[in-house]
């Protein structure tokens, strides 16, 4: 008897948890039609920023628009390098180029796949002895659902005058040194893509800043960057807002979140247990806990991922690679690569493969994928 196929993601199930709040949320944006910056808007942002323990919570329209607007706040542009992993994302590397400035892809650590400090010295040394960028930013990912080694960067950060963003889009809800995601950096971005740690119904994303100027600075640029007034324009800015709709439903999901990532928690440690002895499981970020947005392990090789991949799938297993290509190896990004070899962000494009980790993951089915794991790897 073949069992119906698991979904990798079950966003019905958290909506029928959250049903009645929902829809009451909902039906009172229906009944004051204020559509852009509702009071919702303005209620959500107080909520986020005292969640994650932020002084100010800037929300917007999608976590690449938050890359965005932080980076046009601080003037990037033509002739800036800006530091990031290899191994995240194409959002993080987009950016900068948009802007006109260069992205310079650092290597990850092989074993909690964060962006590996030593490595990040290493090319601001070599930019600064090539001369022809200045190095202002560094956007550190918290890939996966971990933080980054945050208090090693923040170091290396100060020591060489670098601005910090905290590319936090699947991490929100982790937390370092007993302290949320939201503060480490000089601003940090959250994403709210649906199948982020929290997800809204749309696009959505936020930047938290412990600046009050910053934040200012923020809210102008992403309203065309308007002054005090609608029609002043003081910077040239985008349109860049959360949509009222999106607000309302991230307070709706942020009543259960803390609980989701309690169950996220769970299910990591299940895994951990059952599968840790077929195929390498995730490493830990020490002092650290995870929001769980991926579970991530690594087989021996390219052919033993893609024979797992397969055999799960025949199983009605599914899996997802995160990611299959490094971004300083992709067609659109080689030519503004210098040419260092990140050996490890390769490798793991390799070997690496997600499973299932969401809150409505039922005990009989992470049951089933782990047995599947344990047969196949
Ligand atoms: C999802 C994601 C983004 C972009 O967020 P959007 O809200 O989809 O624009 C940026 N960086 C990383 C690492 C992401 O995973």
């Known amino acids: 008897m073949t069992l119906p196929p698991i979904p990798f993601i079950d966003l019905k199930a958290q909506q029928a948890r959250i049903a009645v709040d929902l829809r009451a949320r909902i039906d009172r944006v229906l009944a004051h039609c204020q559509f852009i910056l509702g009071p919702e808007v303005a209620e959500l942002e107080q909520a986020l920023a005292a969640f994650c323990g932020a002084a100010h919570c800037v929300t917007i329209s999608s976590g690449t628009d938050a890359l965005q607007i932080a980076m046009m706040a601080e003037g990037i542009g033509r002739g800036d390098a800006v530091f990031l992993p290899a191994f995240t994302y194409t959002a993080t590397a987009e950016v900068p180029l948009v802007l006109g400035a260069t992205p310079v892809f650092v290597d990850v650590d092989p074993r909690t796949f964060q962006i590996d400090p030593a490595h990040l010295e290493a090319r601001i040394a070599q930019v600064k002895a090539a001369g022809v960028l200045r190095p202002r930013m560094l956007v550190a990912v918290d890939l996966f659902g971990q933080p980054a080694d945050w208090p090693a960067l923040s170091a290396i950060a100060a020591q060489e005058g670098l601005f910090t963003l905290d590319d936090c889009a699947q991490s929100f809800g982790a937390s370092q040194h007993g302290k949320r995601l939201g503060s480490q950096a000089d601003a940090t971005m959250a994403s709210f893509f649906p199948s982020k740690s929290l997800g809204a119904y749309g696009d959505g994303g936020a930047l938290f800043t412990q600046s009050a100027e910053r934040a200012d600075l923020y809210r102008s640029l992403r309203t065309h960057g308007e002054g005090t007034t609608r029609y002043e324009v003081l910077r040239t800015g985008m349109n860049g807002r959360m949509d009222t709709f999106q607000a309302a439903v991230l307070l709706s ?30 490493a830990r970020v020490p002092d650290s806990t995870s929001a769980w947005a991926v579970y991530s392990i690594l087989t021996r090789d390219a052919g033993a991922r893609d024979a797992l991949q397969a055999a799960l799938k025949a199983e009605g297993v599914p899996s997802a690679i995160y990611y299959p290509r490094p971004l300083h190896l992709q ?11 990140l050996p490890v962000s390769e490798n ?11 809150p409505d993951l039922s005990d009989a089915d992470l049951d089933r994928i782990c047995e599947a794991v344990v047969q196949n790897a």
């Not at 067609?331 to 070899?341: E, L």
Request: proline fraction near 6%; avoid cysteine.
């Open 253 to 282: 999901k942020l009543t259960v979140f803390e609980a989701e990532l309690a169950l996220r928690e769970r299910i990591a440690a299940t895994y951990d247990r059952r599968i840790g002895n077929a195929v390498v499981t995730p």
């Open 331 to 341: 067609p659109a990004y080689r030519a503004h690569h210098d040419g260092t070899a």
């Open 348 to 358: 793991l494009a390799e070997r690496i493969m997600a499973l299932p980790i969401h």
